[in-house]
């Protein structure tokens, strides 16, 4: 099948800023989830909580929330554009929404894993002299990359998928921030059905890759 | 060198002062009495309420003085009872895990990576994933991987437990070679008498947290004190005897004990160190006050009653047969054979009896 330029646009633009989005989340969510599964520390639940809301809020509040955060009109988002940072309706705003509703996913996923390690690995590695950074890399990450590999396949996958929050924060702009989603509702509004298709297409094999390569993932990790 | 441990718990509270030039310190006791919980904290791996640890007049952890060494820096070596290989890495980068920390002392000179791999006998083991390893192995493995670390102390939490009893025997002497081979103290905490017995120097005799007796093996552990943290059936005394000859036809070998009487013990072909250690449960010697005709077991031996002692409906019965051995009967036999210190008896014990260690 040959794809026009646009639908070829739109599918690679979607899949480097869902790329961006997750590479960009990546060592912040392995941080946290390590903290969250080996450390105790004050107000830890609360933290918990608020990474998760944006997987249980409505993305479209997400987005405004995003949007009153990174507007002009708000300090940071001043802030921002005095030092040539514009997040609102253009590609760095696809990458943050992307960014801010994958990462709960990304985290717990990491988080699990995590909590999968046997800490006595970790405690025997200790008393064998190895440095906290060295069990980590050496012993922790290692044991976990599955789970690791996976929440980064859901994080992604997710990032695609992305409407409500992007749509507030970067519009739906064609050419500048209109991913696959975004473009989804644009035929479908205006009656291009046909071209609505050809992308509901790429994005149930997308998906399904994704979906499949993370669960054989977690499925072999289980059997280790 | 000198343990000192004072250290309080939620659960559990241990005031213990070793001073041990013995090469294997046992701490013994039933399942739950805080045996791990005592090595967690030598080790660094627990965090403890208040107290004090201190190692060869080095402090570990002091709660008056804030001082709480890192894991990484007490330079302990650590058998767990699982093992717990890394299981991603090679048996060969398990084992050397831990071998860049920097040497001190004599011991370690005597630790090179041929040597230890020697003396466990896994070198045939190096390029295997700790996946393919048994239990046995695995354990091996983990030994070697601690030694390697060049730790100044080793402690082991129950390394046999999780094997099978035939597996445990057949791993016990190379725990012994490691004591002898290696000058490195050790900590071995079990609730096993035999491994006590085999390896120790001395036992430190614990439940629920508190020390009950401490001791020499062979005495403590027929103490009154320590009988009652024991489980039932761990009764037993073991012996070093040094072994005659083997006669396949009639299923036995003869041995001699350190006194110069012999027994006969089950048959297994001349092992090739003279000196072998056997052992026999409490429960398994029968007590005679006169020496028994037509009898099947093989051991008869003339003896004196060293004393006589109730633990609750249980009486032990220490008797001087060339060796002293511990004899549990029940409080009625006492009465019935008129025991008491002085009394001259025959041990009656089966061949079989006898299990070569």
């Not at chain 1, 190895?130 to 396949?153: C, D, E, H, Q, R």
């Not at chain 1, 702009?173 to 790429?202: H, M, W």
């Amino acid at each position: 099948m040959i794809l026009s330029f646009d639908t070829w646009q739109i599918t690679l633009f979607s899949l480097a800023v869902g790329l961006a989005s997750t590479v960009l989340i990546l060592p912040f969510g392995i941080t946290l989830a390590w903290l969250f599964a080996r450390k105790e520390w004050p107000l830890k639940s609360v933290v918990e909580t608020i990474v998760l809301l944006p997987l249980v809020m409505p993305p479209v509040s997400t987005g405004l929330i995003l949007l009153k955060i990174f507007g002009r009109r708000s300090p940071l988002g001043q802030w921002l554009y005095n030092r040539g940072f514009e997040i609102v309706f253009n590609w760095k705003g696809v990458l943050i929404a992307m960014a801010v509703m994958s990462f709960p996913l990304l985290v717990r996923s990491v988080r699990t894993s995590f909590g999968e390690v046997n800490p006595r690995l970790e405690q025997i590695a200790a008393t064998l002299g190895a440095s906290p950074l060295k069990i980590f890399f050496v012993v922790t990450v290692p044991l976990a990359y599955k789970g690791i590999v996976a929440g980064a396949l859901l994080a992604f996958s997710r990032a695609l998928g992305e409407f409500g929050a992007t749509i507030l924060l970067a519009g739906n702009i064609p050419g500048r921030t209109q991913t696959l989603s975004l473009a989804i509702y644009n035929f479908v509004q205006v009656g291009k059905d046909p071209e609505a298709f050809v992308l509901l297409g790429i994005t149930v094999v997308l998906a399904f890759l994704f979906v499949w390569t993370s669960e054989w993932l977690l499925r072999t990790e289980k059997k280790v | 060198m000198l343990l000192r441990c004072r250290i309080s718990l939620a659960t559990f509270e241990l005031d213990i002062d070793v001073r041990f030039d013995a090469r294997v310190t046992a701490i013994f006791g039933p399942s739950g009495s805080g045996k791990t919980t005592l090595l967690d904290a030598i080790a660094g791996l627990r965090e403890i309420a208040s107290g004090e640890i201190e190692i060869g007049g080095k402090t570990l952890f002091s709660s008056v003085r804030k001082i709480n060494l890192a894991p990484q820096r007490r330079n302990l070596g650590y058998v767990p009872q699982e093992g717990a290989l890394f299981p991603h890495l090679s048996v060969r980068r398990n084992i050397l895990f831990g071998s860049g920390r920097v040497s001190r002392g004599a011991a370690a000179q005597s630790m090179s990576m041929e040597h230890v791999l020697e003396i466990l006998e896994i070198g045939h083991l190096l390029d295997r994933s700790v996946t393919e390893l048994s239990g046995g192995e695995s354990q091996r493995v983990a030994l070697a991987r601690a030694i390697l670390s060049r730790p100044q102390l080793l402690l082991f939490d129950e390394p046999l437990a999780a094997l099978d009893i035939g597996l445990k025997e057949k791993i016990l002497p190379y725990l012994a070679r490691v004591r002898d081979e290696f000058a490195i103290p050790m900590i071995y905490v079990t609730h096993n008498v035999t491994e006590v017995l085999t390896l120790a120097d001395w036992v430190l005799v614990i439940r629920s947290g508190r020390l009950m007796a401490q001791g020499l093996p062979s005495e403590t552990l027929t103490s009154s004190r320590a009988i009652r943290a024991m489980p039932e059936e761990e009764l037993e005394n073991v012996f070093t005897v040094e072994f005659i000859e083997a006669d396949k036809a009639s299923g036995r070998s003869r041995a001699r004990l350190s006194s110069g009487d012999e027994i006969f013990v089950p048959y297994v072909p001349t092992p090739a160190q003279r000196n072998i250690q056997v052992r026999v449960r409490a429960d398994d010697i029968l007590i005679a006050t006169q020496r028994p005709e037509g009898i099947s077991a093989a051991n008869i031996l003339p003896g004196t009653v060293r004393n006589v002692e109730m633990i609750e409906d249980q009486s032990l019965v220490r008797v001087h047969a060339g060796e002293i051995f511990c004899v549990r009967v029940t409080a009625g036999a006492i009465t019935r054979l008129a025991l008491h210190e002085g009394s001259a008896v025959f041990l009656i014990i089966k061949t079989r009896s006898f299990q070569l260690l």
